[in-house]
């Protein structure tokens, strides 16, 4: 029936609006455009398909699944004593999320922790929402608190609605941690993103077997020679600490600023996941592409800063 609708639309309209028209209809009918890849076709051609966007919830550990839109993560962690969620996504995929949660076989009002990696709304937006139907605390840092406040005092862009606010809750600090059962998660304040950026160390486990975790909150520089410094030294400082990770789980499926070697992030990964044979490694387990990244994104941001002193233009 809607299909009929639209396909007299078509004749209506001409040729250019039938294809607009069908790509955001089915999801089925849409794909990377050619040379982009799945994960990067999320932020790229298909980046307003709300259809396409909408994924289903992968399980990638045992207690981490992901549950966010294509676009933009949202990492879910079971733990003994109910959920923590990484990121929100904004509107319109908040119901998405949720919808996620419970495909997932979890009851969102377990959530107990909502903890925002970053105070731009791609993050941030589902937060009021959830923290509504789940009484969740909602926390982030100071710096990343100031940006959520700040988007409500400014008008929403076209597209992006705010969704229903939330309030300063639970302010993280560097060296915090967030324990839920017998879930612990480190905090680290790793600016250049934001002037925040929270990061996160925490324990996957793959059928028992535990491997090191780590969402870093930020993976690409903003702000010019401010803040590509304070990216580069926060790059430094994860080389140095946090360089051994094995499983590094992130913010985006598609890393523009610097991708993957490899492609994306999660949904590459996650096909290799669900043709893994008895004995193959996880696929997210990969410590060397973890270490070709950081060293990608320091020469990247050298050049950034470079550009930035020189006066051409960057984001
Ligand atoms: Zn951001």
Do not use: C
């Amino acid at each position: 029936m809607h299909m009929m609708v639209r396909l007299a639309l078509v004749v209506v309209s001409g040729v250019l609006i039938a294809v607009l028209l069908l790509t955001n209809v089915s999801g089925q009918t849409a794909g990377p455009a050619p040379g982009e890849g799945l994960s990067e076709s999320y932020r790229g051609s298909q980046s307003g398909n709300l259809e396409y966007q909408k994924v289903p919830p992968i399980k990638i550990f045992d207690n981490l699944y992901y549950v966010g839109p294509g676009s933009v993560s949202v990492w879910l962690i079971s733990t003994s004593d109910g959920l923590i969620l990484i990121d929100t996504a904004q509107e319109p995929y908040v119901d998405h999320v949720i919808d996620s949660v419970e495909q997932a076989g979890f009851d969102p009002a377990d959530i107990k922790y909502i903890l925002i990696t970053q105070g731009h709304l791609d993050h941030f937006g589902g937060a009021g929402k959830i923290q509504a139907l789940s009484d969740a605390r909602v926390a982030t840092l100071e710096e990343d608190w100031m940006l959520i406040e700040e988007a409500y005092l400014s008008p929403a862009r076209p597209g992006r609605p705010l969704g229903i606010p939330v309030k300063r809750d639970m302010v993280l600090q560097e060296g915090d941690t967030v324990t839920l059962g017998t879930t612990s998660l480190s905090v680290y304040k790793l600016p250049g993103h934001t002037p925040g950026s929270p990061s996160f160390e925490f324990t996957v486990y793959d059928d028992g077997t535990p491997y090191s975790a780590f969402i870093f909150g930020g993976p690409g520089q903003r702000n010019g020679v401010e803040g590509g410094t304070q990216f580069l030294s926060s790059l430094r400082r994860i080389k140095a600490e946090f360089g051994d990770i094995e499983a590094p789980i992130h913010v985006h499926s598609y890393l523009r600023t610097y991708p993957y070697d490899s492609g994306g992030t999660v949904f590459e990964p996650a096909a290799m996941l669900a043709e893994r044979k008895t004995g193959d490694p996880h696929p997210f387990v990969d410590n060397a592409q973890w270490r070709r990244w950081l060293d990608t994104a320091e020469a990247g941001t050298i050049k950034y800063i470079e550009d930035a002193r020189a006066g051409v233009p960057v984001r």
